[in-house]
């Protein structure tokens, strides 16, 4: 994941760094046309050696069952390698991600049997989370830079096996993007369920993303799409915000078809700050929100439904 402006090291505040093409990954959707222009967002290298990997563990709550083993076995955590400091933002276990993981184990009739793309997946936890929650297949992508990629099936291989590693694919995407090589793993009927794990705090990008999300959603009348992020720069939450309505109507077309999204709050849980020294609101920064949305049926008005309390 990238700032507006240019890539960070570090936390949100860090300076800025140079930027240049990186190396991408053979499984890609290269030359590609209405290419929105990640290509050019990376920094030069600091080093020609690569910063060490590192590794953090997700805790499964105690009161979810996900046994393994013919169910003689309980699953208790999950082990994810991260990628050494990167202009993409791999190198953290967000807490964002650990909050959703937790929702979507907690509500597997979000995932069971169905397709499910996760994009910008970073280290991919919210993936593996649906793949142990009996997701039919998953899809878990971020940039095509062969690092991220590389570290993404790593985590999938140590993490999962048998039929569970089997339903589990790993490649690069770009968002805004061709999405046929990622189409072509579903039969083109496109994917059931999308999550988009911190990602709308870049803001540059939110027509890419849109792009993308309305190019693999299938047509079930029941796909959606979940977005999970923390206001990690509490000024710029407005502009995190614009996302949905930009979402609502993105596919609104005059002859009705197209009637644009809606989306509905369906989480607001505090986590903690990731990054303890950065300016603004710490509440602020340290409370996670999730949404959920789907396009507009006949009936429905697009854009904000309010939450059922």
């Not at 650990?98 to 169905?114: E, G, M």
């Not at 649906?130 to 590389?150: F, H, M, R, S």
Request: hydrophobic share 35%; net charge negative; proline share 6%.
């Amino acid at each position: 994941m990238l700032s507006d402006a240019e890539t960070n090291y570090g936390g949100p505040s860090s300076p800025s760094k140079s930027i240049r093409p990186t190396e991408r990954n053979d499984d890609d959707d290269s030359g590609d046309e209405g290419f929105f222009g990640l290509d050019d967002l990376l920094p030069e290298p600091e080093s020609p050696l690569p910063a060490p990997y590192s590794f953090s563990t997700y805790e499964i709550p105690e009161d979810i069952d996900l046994s393994v083993g013919g169910g003689e076995e309980k699953r208790s955590h999950l082990i994810l390698r991260l990628v050494g400091s990167h202009p993409l933002w791999g190198h953290h276990l967000w807490n964002t991600a650990l909050v959703f993981s937790t929702y979507l184990l907690r509500h597997p009739s979000l995932t069971q049997n169905r397709r499910i793309l996760e994009l910008g997946a970073g280290a991919g936890l919210p993936s593996l989370a649906c793949t142990l929650a009996g997701a039919k297949q998953v899809v878990i992508t971020d940039y095509p830079d062969t690092n991220l990629v590389e570290n993404m099936r790593f985590n999938a291989d140590i993490n999962l096996s048998g039929d569970l590693r089997g339903a589990v694919d790993v490649v690069g995407h770009t968002w805004g993007h061709d999405v046929k090589h990622l189409m072509a793993r579903t039969e083109g009927q496109g994917y059931d369920l999308l999550i988009l794990s911190d990602l709308v705090f870049n803001h540059s990008q939110h027509d890419a993303l849109i792009k993308t999300v309305n190019a693999t959603l299938s047509d079930s009348p029941d796909a959606c799409i979940l977005v999970f992020f923390t206001h990690h720069r509490p000024h710029l939450a407005e502009a995190d915000n614009a996302f949905f309505p930009r979402l609502a109507q993105s596919n609104v077309t005059s002859d009705g078809k197209g009637r644009g999204w809606v989306y509905q709050k369906v989480v607001e849980e505090w986590a903690g700050a990731m990054f303890e020294n950065d300016p603004g609101d710490e509440t602020v920064r340290g409370t996670v929100h999730g949404w959920k949305a789907w396009r507009a049926k006949e009936g429905e008005e697009a854009g904000e439904k309010k939450r059922e309390i």
